[in-house]
């Protein structure tokens, strides 16, 4: 499965932004997707994850304010932000849930 982030860039702090993020190949519907984050000089780390059924779990840094969601027909996972913080500044990933190979991600920028 190929995946495709984007929607990110430059925010104040409180405000909002959707990522996307689109497969192309396999079977989208059956695969447990996860939005992940890498803040410069720290390690890739999960921030939200939505299962096959539409389960949803959240890092306890970003719950209450990011929502992921999916739209199996458009092979497409979302993740909703609000309130962003300087803190969630950060390179954002889409990937399967374990995740599998890393394409590139989308960078947001909170300003304070």
């Known amino acids: 499965v190929q995946l495709q982030a984007s929607g990110g860039g430059l925010v104040q702090a409180g405000g909002s932004l959707r990522l996307s993020c689109i497969a192309s190949?396999?079977?989208?519907?059956?695969?447990?997707m996860g939005w992940y984050r890498q803040a410069p000089g720290k390690q890739r780390d999960l921030v939200a994850r939505?299962?096959?059924?539409?389960?949803?779990n959240y890092a306890d840094s970003v719950k209450g304010r990011f929502t992921i969601s999916r739209d199996n027909a458009r092979k497409t996972v979302y993740l909703h932000m609000n309130s962003l913080k300087p803190e969630d500044t950060a390179v954002y990933y889409c990937?399967?849930?374990?995740?599998?190979?890393w394409g590139q991600g989308t960078l947001v920028t909170v300003s304070s």
């Open positions: 190949g396999g079977i989208f519907s059956i695969l447990n």
């Open positions: 990937n399967q849930s374990p995740p599998q190979i």
């Open positions: 939505i299962t096959s059924y539409g389960t949803t």
